[in-house]
């Protein structure tokens, strides 16, 4: 379910809402919270167990408090509502004064420099040695446009999962490590029940194509933009060779549902009850998930590098970051709290929560993050990370998980319809390009 | 048949009638019972399925063959829900609004339904018309232009805003039922005995008027009290940050990042309790709301 | 008319009509307006809200795309709006014959009513996940079919319909059902029990019954619930969107969905309120021949 929130135009009628404001608050009785000096509004997604996420964050906001005197209100936004809350604070609505974020570019598109994102460029010298810290990857997804936005501080990174049991079963060592073995693999592990497939070999990832398609693409050596942001590169060899492999992998070799990208669609679901036995592109909190929840699972599963394509094996990588938001007049108490939670053993703390990777060499190379084989592999996944972010403030309406996004039909039907793939690559080229033509000011 | 009628007397309301031996009427019977019982188990089922799994293990709601009864019931569930959302500040929350906007929209329309069921004035027929009208405007189209309203007011994220507009949208219906309702079950003959002894319009209105129409007044609180518990589109648009939500919106809390909620037997759990405060509420209000519909809908 | 009678009128009334305008008239007004201007949530910094006419219709009619989603609203009100009411023209006649344990069916009946939309949405999905759901593991025990049907995810079609189709209509059937029956219901009881006994000493049938007494009797009321299902079919929007999207290929999509996806995933405000202002004119149809029906009632 998705919250729905929208968005203030240009309202300059300041001194009549303001009167209306307090009117209203008077006879609503609203609580107006007054930020003090000494207080700042903090908000986040959760990440891994809700619970866990929350006290975690709460107790660093009050050892940050007994340390600096500045409160810190955290406030959690749930992912059902969190892209239309960033997409209100964007065009004027209620803000905080810092936050983790995440699609930086767009939001900051649409912001047009009054809302939104603010840049702290100023500030950046306060972290002398971000780029040994931290993972090159991750520090994409917090600049744009020349300037520095913020500190990544969870990165989604996407390996490949896959049911050891099953692999077993098959006569298989190991999970495949290129495309070909993907297919060869898949037919191993596809079982057939009459009409019915009760498992599937292979899932490419999961049921938004646009983000399932990167990778792919990404391996096949293309990219989706220049890097200004302004021209749409998809009408070539490498888009062409992504999405005949996974065409294929759904109507010639069979292997793949073809359901895999509708709205009820879970991939956790699929994995956890041993429907799929390879997933391609897994979310990136599933082990530390299974670790919790799916005891029964134990040992049953291992997660590995993707699968080389044939020019690299890009990972999907994405990374939320703790940024400050323009209209709030706290920059400084803000700096100071991100510049608390960066601080490597904090870092540490919340991975550790979480479950997430870090974006932080350190924290990655850490005992606690290689107890375990698939923690290892995590780290090791992270040198081969895209970000998935690109330059534009279109960007979230092309790659947007509803049927009508430029992406999401391209690959629905060439993936899943069986389209012609040329036409399909040719006419979606077209519209990208029209919509990117859009902020064209940019 | 009238004769068999008559012989049953105190018996006809059993199954005996049921069973009445007519051919073509027994045809009828069985294939209407039939296709009754189909459709309860239609109507019952996702309400069963929700029910069942708030009391099962996450493993036991995914497993195929389906488990259609816990195998180790547990209450953990909504213990589990609780904690993860504040899911009786939400309820609360949502029976907060739900009966302000219902008391409220309930208290209008009577005042207007009243008036415009009962004298012709000036300007009658085009607010009638006008009140028709909104009641056909569906809600999507209205969303962006109450958003900013809303906002201008300084009334976002916080109940008053929320209240007024559930108000704002049971009001056509309700004046529309009450009118016809009043048209039919209040006769003038009452007001004008009030009038006589000494009451001025309101007063007669207030003293001999409503005590009459409860029913009539029960369905509309009914339908505006449901109508604003059920609702999500305007409960996630106009009041959806922190502690005021309601619990329509607090469920969707459940959702992770993927789509799929994490504890799906909590989210189970948490959706019954979403349900049962407006179960027990038309309960406690169904005996008026049969009568108050019919007189106002008949007659319009 | 006499003055204070008038302002006791016009007193009564304005509460009710100030809702009415800003929740109603100005909220239509405003995305009326919207739907004639450039409104880019992405160009709007820059380049503001310049009048463009009705371009924004010509982009969306020139969209394969919504020409589908017209064509699929339709034919969705169509398929839900007979569903309802052929089910709960039979369900109500059945809760109306006396026979023990009619208080629960009637209570069981209703129980879609105090289920949220976004509640049953997610429910129903669980039960018509392909690989997961109860009812195809039942229906594959049973041997009626050898493979899983995929109720939201088929994109087959038969003609103008198809499987998501229909599933999608099942759900929304059942969240109407208890509305439509208790309206009918309540509309059943005020049939005056002498019509039914004369068609007996007739020797009508049951069946004869229904056509000949019920179905007339019931007409004016049957009229205004259809009315009521139209309008609310053709804005309808939680169900669809929740459990497929606009389905696989558009094959579930209506107008809501799409203009709520220009708005919220597109940022195009005005291609949304275009589609919004389709919604409009078609429920404006309806409304004309409601308000019709209204008027001639209240002339008789």
Same mark, same amino acid.
């Given at each position: 379910m998705s919250g729905l929130k929208i968005v203030t135009p240009n309202r300059p009628s300041k001194g009549r809402v303001l009167a209306a404001f307090t009117l209203a608050a008077v006879m609503s009785g609203t609580m107006m919270t007054q930020a003090t000096a000494q207080s700042i509004d903090f908000w986040t997604q959760p990440q891994g167990d809700l619970l866990v996420y929350q006290d975690t964050m709460n107790a660093l906001a009050s050892e940050f408090k007994a340390e600096s005197g500045i409160d810190v209100r955290v406030e959690v936004i749930n992912w059902s509502v969190a892209f239309n809350t960033w997409l209100t604070v964007a065009q004027g609505g209620a803000a905080p004064d810092c936050a983790d974020m995440y699609w930086l570019h767009s939001f900051s598109g649409i912001g047009g420099g009054k809302y939104g994102p603010q840049p702290i460029t100023?500030?950046?010298?306060?972290?002398?040695?971000?780029?040994?810290?931290?993972?090159?990857?991750?520090?994409?997804?917090?600049?744009? *446009?020349?300037?520095?936005?913020?500190?990544?501080?969870?990165?989604?990174?996407?390996?490949?999962?896959?049911?050891?049991?099953?692999?077993?079963? &098959?006569?298989?060592?190991?999970?495949?490590?290129?495309?070909?073995?993907?297919?060869?693999?898949?037919?191993?592990?596809?079982?057939?029940?009459?009409?019915?497939?009760?498992?599937? @070999?292979?899932?490419?990832?999961? *049921?938004?194509?646009?983000? #399932?398609?990167?990778?792919?693409?990404?391996?096949?050596?293309?990219?989706?933009?220049?890097?200004?942001?302004?021209? &749409? #590169?998809?009408?070539?060899?490498?888009?062409?060779?992504?999405?005949?492999?996974?065409?294929?992998?759904?109507h010639v070799h069979k292997i793949t549902s073809p359901e895999i990208f509708e709205k009820s669609a879970v991939p956790l679901d699929d994995f956890t009850s041993g429907s799929v036995a390879i997933n391609g592109s897994m979310g990136n909190?599933?082990?530390?998930?299974?670790?919790?929840?799916?005891?029964?699972?134990?040992?049953?599963?291992?997660?590995?590098?993707?699968?080389?394509?044939?020019?690299?094996?890009?990972?999907?990588?994405?990374? @939320?970051?703790?940024?400050?938001?323009?209209? #709030?007049?706290?920059?400084?108490?803000?700096?100071?709290?991100?510049?608390?939670?960066?601080?490597?053993?904090?870092?540490?703390?919340?991975?550790?929560?979480? @479950?997430? &990777?870090?974006?932080?060499?350190?924290?990655?190379?850490?005992?606690?993050?290689?107890?375990?084989?698939?923690? #290892?592999?995590?780290?090791?996944?992270?040198?081969? @990370?895209?970000?998935?972010?690109?330059?534009?403030s279109v960007w979230s309406a092309l790659a947007s998980p509803e049927p009508g996004a430029v992406l999401y039909d391209l690959v629905y039907s060439t993936v899943i319809g069986n389209e012609d793939i040329d036409a399909a690559v040719v006419a979606a080229q077209a519209r990208m390009q029209t919509e990117l033509d859009r902020s064209a000011t940019n | 048949m009238s004769a068999t009628t008559e012989?049953?007397?105190?018996?006809?309301?059993? +199954?005996? =009638?049921?069973?009445?031996l007519r051919s073509g009427d027994t045809l009828t019977k069985v294939?209407?019972?039939?296709?009754?019982?189909?459709?309860?188990?239609?109507?019952?089922?996702?309400?069963? +399925?929700?029910?069942?799994?708030?009391?099962?293990?996450?493993?036991?709601?995914?497993?195929?063959?389906?488990?259609?009864?816990?195998?180790?019931?547990?209450?953990?569930?909504?213990?589990?829900?609780? =904690?993860?959302?504040?899911? +009786? =500040?939400?309820? +609360?929350?949502?029976?907060?609004?739900?009966?302000?906007?219902?008391?409220?929209?309930?208290?209008?329309?009577?005042?207007?339904?009243y008036v415009l069921g009962r004298f012709r004035f000036p300007g009658a027929t085009l607010i009638l018309a006008l009140i028709l009208l909104t009641n056909l405007i569906p809600a999507i189209t209205r969303t962006f232009p109450i958003y900013f309203f809303i906002q201008d007011l300084g009334l976002l994220n916080s109940y008053g805003g929320l209240i007024l507009s559930y108000v704002g949208f049971s009001l056509p219906f309700a004046v529309l039922l009450l009118r016809g309702y009043f048209e039919s079950s209040a006769p003038p003959e009452l007001e004008e005995a009030a009038l006589v002894d000494g009451c001025n319009h309101f007063t007669a209105f207030l003293r001999v008027i409503l005590p009459v129409s409860l029913p009539g007044i029960a369905a509309v609180a009914i339908f505006t009290f449901l109508n604003a518990w059920n609702d999500f589109l305007w409960a996630s648009l106009?009041?959806?940050?922190?502690?005021?939500?309601?619990?329509?919106?607090?469920?969707?809390?459940?959702?992770?990042e993927g789509g799929g909620p994490q504890y799906v037997n909590a989210f189970m759990a948490a959706c019954v309790v979403a349900t049962i405060p407006a179960l027990i509420v038309f309960l406690f209000v169904q005996r008026w709301l049969v009568g108050g519909l019919t007189a106002g809908s008949v007659k319009t | 008319?006499?003055?204070?009678?008038?302002?006791?009128?016009?007193?009564?009334?304005?509460?009710?009509?100030?809702?009415?305008?800003?929740? /109603?008239?100005?909220?239509?007004?405003?995305?009326?307006?919207?739907?004639? %201007?450039?409104?880019?949530?992405?160009?709007?910094q820059?380049? /503001?809200?310049?009048?463009?006419?009705?371009?924004?219709?010509?982009?969306?009619?020139?969209?394969?795309?919504? %020409?589908?989603?017209?064509?699929?609203?339709?034919?969705?009100?169509?398929?839900?709006?007979?569903?309802?009411?052929?089910?709960?023209?039979?369900?109500?006649?059945?809760?109306?014959?006396?026979?023990?344990?009619?208080?629960?069916?009637?209570?069981?009946?209703?129980?879609?009513?105090?289920?949220?939309?976004?509640?049953a949405s997610a429910i129903w999905m669980w039960l018509l996940n392909t690989e997961r759901s109860p009812i195809n593991y039942l229906l594959r025990d049973w041997g009626v079919i050898d493979s899983n049907i995929r109720f939201l995810t088929d994109s087959t079609q038969y003609g103008p319909f198809s499987i998501p189709m229909l599933a999608i209509v099942a759900v929304r059937v059942w969240n109407g059902l208890p509305f439509a029956v208790i309206f009918i219901l309540a509309a059943l009881q005020s049939i005056p029990a002498s019509l039914y006994e004369a068609a007996e000493v007739d020797g009508a049938t049951i069946m004869q019954k229904f056509w000949h007494v019920t179905l007339p009797s019931l007409k004016p009321v049957l009229l205004i619930l259809l009315t009521l299902l139209i309008i609310g079919g053709l804005g309808?929007?939680?169900?669809?969107?929740?459990?497929? /999207?606009?389905?696989?290929?558009?094959?579930?999509?209506?107008?809501?969905?799409?203009?709520y996806q220009q708005a919220f995933s597109f940022f195009r405000f005005d291609l949304a309120s275009a589609a919004s202002g389709v919604i409009l004119i078609l429920t404006g149809f309806v409304c004309v021949y409601y308000i019709r029906a209204q008027f001639k009632g209240t002339q008789q």
């Open positions: 100023a500030y950046r010298d306060q972290w002398p040695t971000l780029e040994e810290d931290f993972f090159p990857g991750a520090l994409e997804d917090v600049h744009w *446009n020349g300037e520095f936005y913020g500190i990544p501080w969870r990165v989604d990174i996407r390996p490949m999962m896959y049911r050891t049991d099953f692999l077993q079963e &098959a006569g298989l060592t190991a999970p495949p490590a290129n495309w070909d073995e993907i297919v060869s693999m898949g037919q191993a592990l596809t079982v057939r029940d009459g009409n019915n497939t009760t498992r599937w @070999g292979f899932a490419p990832g999961n *049921n938004n194509p646009a983000q #399932t398609l990167l990778p792919y693409y990404w391996q096949a050596g293309g990219v989706m933009l220049s890097e200004d942001g302004k021209t &749409a #590169t998809i009408d070539n060899e490498a888009m062409r060779t992504a999405l005949k492999f996974l065409q294929d992998l759904v909190s599933w082990p530390s998930q299974f670790d919790r929840d799916y005891p029964e699972l134990e040992d049953k599963w291992a997660i590995a590098l993707n699968p080389e394509g044939p020019e690299n094996r890009d990972s999907y990588s994405g990374a @939320g970051y703790w940024g400050v938001l323009y209209g #709030t007049d706290q920059i400084d108490a803000c700096i100071n709290w991100i510049k608390f939670l960066s601080q490597q053993e904090n870092m540490q703390r919340i991975s550790e929560a979480t @479950g997430a &990777a870090s974006p932080r060499r350190a924290v990655m190379a850490s005992e606690s993050w290689n107890a375990r084989p698939w923690q #290892t592999v995590m780290g090791e996944t992270l040198e081969f @990370g895209h970000t998935s972010q690109h330059a534009t | 012989a049953t007397g105190a018996r006809s309301g059993s +199954w005996k =009638r049921l069973f009445d294939i209407v019972i039939l296709i009754t019982i189909g459709t309860l188990i239609y109507i019952l089922l996702p309400v069963f +399925w929700m029910l069942k799994s708030s009391f099962q293990a996450n493993v036991e709601i995914r497993a195929l063959p389906p488990k259609w009864l816990p195998e180790n019931p547990t209450l953990q569930p909504y213990e589990n829900a609780g =904690r993860l959302i504040p899911l +009786w =500040r939400y309820v +609360w929350n949502s029976l907060f609004v739900s009966v302000t906007a219902s008391v409220i929209a309930t208290l209008l329309a009577c005042s207007a339904a106009l009041l959806n940050q922190g502690e005021m939500k309601t619990i329509q919106v607090g469920i969707g809390d459940f959702a992770q | 008319m006499v003055r204070d009678k008038l302002i006791f009128c016009y007193l009564m009334v304005a509460p009710a009509m100030l809702f009415t305008i800003a929740l /109603g008239i100005y909220p239509m007004l405003y995305s009326m307006w919207m739907s004639f %201007v450039e409104y880019d949530l992405l160009r709007i820059q380049y /503001g809200t310049p009048f463009v006419g009705f371009d924004n219709y010509v982009e969306v009619f020139s969209d394969p795309r919504f %020409v589908q989603t017209v064509s699929n609203t339709v034919l969705f009100t169509i398929l839900a709006v007979s569903g309802t009411l052929g089910i709960s023209l039979l369900l109500s006649q059945v809760l109306n014959a006396k026979f023990p344990g009619r208080a629960i069916v009637r209570m069981a009946v209703c129980v879609p009513w105090f289920v949220p939309p976004a509640v309808s929007f939680e169900i669809n969107y929740i459990m497929t /999207g606009g389905g696989p290929n558009n094959l579930t999509n209506i107008m809501a969905v799409y203009s």
